[in-house]
Nanobody, 126 residues
Framework: QVQLVESGGGLVQAGGSLRLSCAAS????????MGWFRQAPGKEREFVAC????????HYTDSVKGRFTISRDNAKNTVDLRMNSLKPEDTAVYYC???????????????????WGQGTQVTVSS
């Protein structure tokens, strides 16, 4: 079992920044990668970014490249998502997730992930 708790969401004006954090506990040593997803009202949950625990390799969805940065702290078992130049379309509930290795270098599908956090709301005003 892996437990995930997100924090850091809130309300920010367009162009502003936020940092989300995900604290992982439990059998974190057995997970391969961590990801961030988001779900806007009336839309399906979508992949945002992921990072592998061992090498720190990262992958982003196109819409956040150059604006968002995912990072991990292996000692603290935390994964952060630094979000800059936020846009109103970034408004969503953001979820942290943990994936065990299934052969995908950069897991980016819901089905690739085994454990999920409760989510944290990010609202970007125009």
């Amino acid at each position: 079992q892996v437990q995930l708790v997100e924090s850091g969401g809130g309300l920010v004006q367009a162009g502003g920044s936020l940092r989300l954090s995900c604290a992982a506990s439990g059998r974190t040593f057995s997970s391969y990668a961590m990801g961030w997803f988001r779900q806007a009202p009336g839309k399906e949950r979508e992949f945002v970014a992921c990072i592998t625990w061992r090498s720190g390799s990262t992958h982003y969805t196109d819409s956040v490249k150059g604006r968002f940065t995912i990072s991990r702290d292996n000692a603290k078992n935390t994964v952060d998502l630094r979000m800059n130049s936020l846009k109103p379309e970034d408004t969503a509930v953001y979820y942290c997730a943990a994936a065990f290795f299934r052969g995908t270098l950069f897991p980016s599908s819901d089905n690739d992930y085994d454990y999920w956090g409760q989510g944290t709301q990010v609202t970007v005003s125009s």
